[in-house]
């Protein structure tokens, strides 16, 4: 009985003293000289149209934005948004060196909405804006598929080499991680064998749209080289084409 008896008398205090404590909340909401509200926002995932950012760090002018290369039409907020294509011109043909043929890609034909053309370095623009309270952390990688005439000719072992590596966040440049992108890469045409170009891996960075180029002002017709190995024979037919795929991967 005396067990029981504890019990209640706890609990009776716990009472007495919770109601003691009201009146003074009730006091602070009476104060004709302090009153409050709130103020609030919330926000939906990126799934609206994206941009292709100007060379340079311009901004994006909303009237007359670049149209070439042309915006991936996926939505959401993990994306690769543009990629500009590797044009390694006409060339003659000559007899290979001791390391083959060497052609180096011309800067990027960059068009906006008005007709208006210029030249840029070669570069493929992506973002993650996942806004999900976890770290921004992607993976950005490349697959290219074997070089092939209209006849089936194939330059067999070619390699695409990249240099003058720079990844850029020209809205926030806090937000890029300088170990994320090596300054000099490699990729194999063989359609299978992926190359990795980014390892966001910094859990304070990684969050808006990013441009992963090749080059600058003064290196942009430098940068991107084709080395296609002795031990091909080369044709005039036509023109050989290789399809390169980029992807961007959640790291987390």
Same mark, same amino acid.
């Given at each position: 009985m005396k067990f029981t008896h504890k019990l209640c008398? #706890? +609990?009776?205090l716990a009472t007495i003293s919770t109601g003691a404590l009201l009146p003074v909340a009730t006091y602070a909401a009476e104060d004709p000289l302090v009153w409050s509200n709130n103020g609030k926002i919330k926000f939906t995932e990126d799934d609206g149209d994206d941009v292709v950012?100007?060379?340079?760090?311009?901004?994006?002018?909303?009237?007359?934005p670049i149209t070439q290369p042309p915006v991936n039409p996926g939505v959401g907020p993990l994306k690769v948004i543009a990629i500009t294509g590797l044009d390694f011109d006409v060339n003659k043909v000559t007899p290979a060196t001791s390391n083959g043929w060497e052609y #180096? +890609?011309?800067?990027?034909?960059?068009?906006?909405?008005?007709g208006t053309k210029a030249t840029s370095q070669n570069f493929v623009q992506f973002?993650?804006?996942?806004?999900?309270?976890?770290?921004?952390t992607h993976k950005l990688t490349a697959v290219a598929s074997t070089?092939?005439?209209?006849?089936?000719?194939?330059?067999?072992?070619a390699t695409l080499n990249f240099s003058n590596i720079k990844l850029t966040n020209s809205a926030d440049p806090t937000k890029v991680n300088e170990n994320a992108a090596k300054p000099t890469n490699s990729l194999a045409t063989d359609g299978v064998t992926p190359t990795e170009f980014v390892n966001q891996d910094d859990i304070e960075k990684g969050f808006g749209q990013f441009s992963l180029d090749f080059g600058d002002e003064t290196t942009m017709g430098d940068s991107v080289k084709l080395n296609i190995p002795a031990s091909n024979k080369l044709s005039t037919s036509s023109e050989y084409v290789s399809t390169i795929t980029w992807t961007i991967a959640d790291a987390r």
């Open positions: 008398g #706890v +609990a009776l950012l100007p060379p340079g760090g311009e901004d994006v002018d909303p009237k007359n #180096v +890609a011309k800067p990027a034909a960059i068009e906006y909405q008005d973002k993650d804006t996942r806004a999900d309270n976890q770290p921004n070089f092939k005439n209209a006849e089936g000719a194939e330059l067999k072992s």
